[in-house]
């Protein structure tokens, strides 16, 4: 070890004037094998308003199609995917946390969740989860929600909790809270008596034939986990972000932030 250390140090004059001094050549790590204490992300973090920007119109599409206000849909999507940046959205354009169904015949991918290797949806691209998500919810347990105005986004947060769509229990205030900071009750849509009841027309026959009973596998899908902390007093970003594993930066482009101020009651998504 000691030869090694000695070697190591010898000029190239050195050598040339002992031949019998040999210099150990400097082993080569492969890539895989090298060291990296503070991995540089392969992707660009997308922010929330970056997000909000760029899929804005098919989540109007969706609810002019169906009536799920955009701004619920964008909401969900912020939360669940974390941006767009969480694993599941950026390697299988899954932006809801959809899960396979028996019924699914798409691709598939397996990711721990509620349970080891869980599996979930692969869609060829973001807009496909969007409208996936429209279907998804086109099942008996939301069926009361497609009733509620497509402006209602208040309605509609309260009414996803009610019906076992996520397991926080402040899940409905982390959606308002979402919408009314990006302001998303922009893209919504108020439609008339006679607008409204054509679309529930329309969502009823969705649900009846395109949902049958034995396909309801909704009714006993595990809600969806959704991972947040509720600022108390004294917290700070940084001491939220080392808590779960992550950097300071990481966690704010997690949620669209610009700056390190918090406030209590302030939700702030920790998942990944």
Not at 43 to 51: L, V
Not at 193 to 210: G, L, S, W
Request: glycine share 4%.
């Amino acid at each position: 070890m000691v030869v090694v250390l000695l070697s190591s140090c010898l000029s190239k004059q050195d050598v040339l004037q002992n031949p019998h001094v040999t210099k150990r050549p400097v082993p080569v790590r492969k890539p895989s094998e090298q060291s990296h204490p503070h991995p540089t992300p392969s992707y660009a973090s997308t922010s929330g308003q970056e997000y909000i920007e760029r899929y804005k119109d098919i989540a109007m599409e969706e609810m002019e199609r169906y009536g799920i206000p955009a701004s619920i849909k964008l909401a969900q999507a912020l939360l669940e995917s974390a941006n767009g940046n969480s694993a599941l959205a950026r390697e299988a354009n899954n932006h809801f946390g959809i899960k396979c169904t028996p019924e699914w015949l798409g691709k598939k991918t397996y990711q721990d969740d509620d349970r080891r290797d869980d599996c979930f949806r692969v869609y060829n691209r973001a807009e496909d989860s969007f409208k996936d998500h429209s279907q998804f919810l086109l099942r008996k347990r939301y069926e009361a929600l497609f009733q509620l105005d497509k402006d209602d986004y208040k309605g509609w947060a309260k009414g996803l909790k009610a019906a076992g769509y996520a397991t926080n229990p402040r899940y409905a205030d982390m959606l308002i809270e979402l919408i009314e900071r990006y302001k998303l009750y922009q893209y919504d849509r108020p439609e008339s008596q006679p607008e409204k009841i054509e679309r529930e027309a329309v969502v009823q026959t969705e649900i009846v034939e395109n949902k049958p009973e034995e396909a309801q596998v909704a009714e006993t899908k595990a809600p969806v986990r959704i991972d947040i902390h509720e600022v108390k007093q004294g917290d700070t970003l940084a001491a939220i972000a080392r808590e779960h594993g992550m950097s300071t930066r990481e966690l704010m482009d997690l949620n669209g932030l610009k700056t390190e101020s918090l406030f209590v009651g302030q939700l702030i998504l920790v998942s990944q």
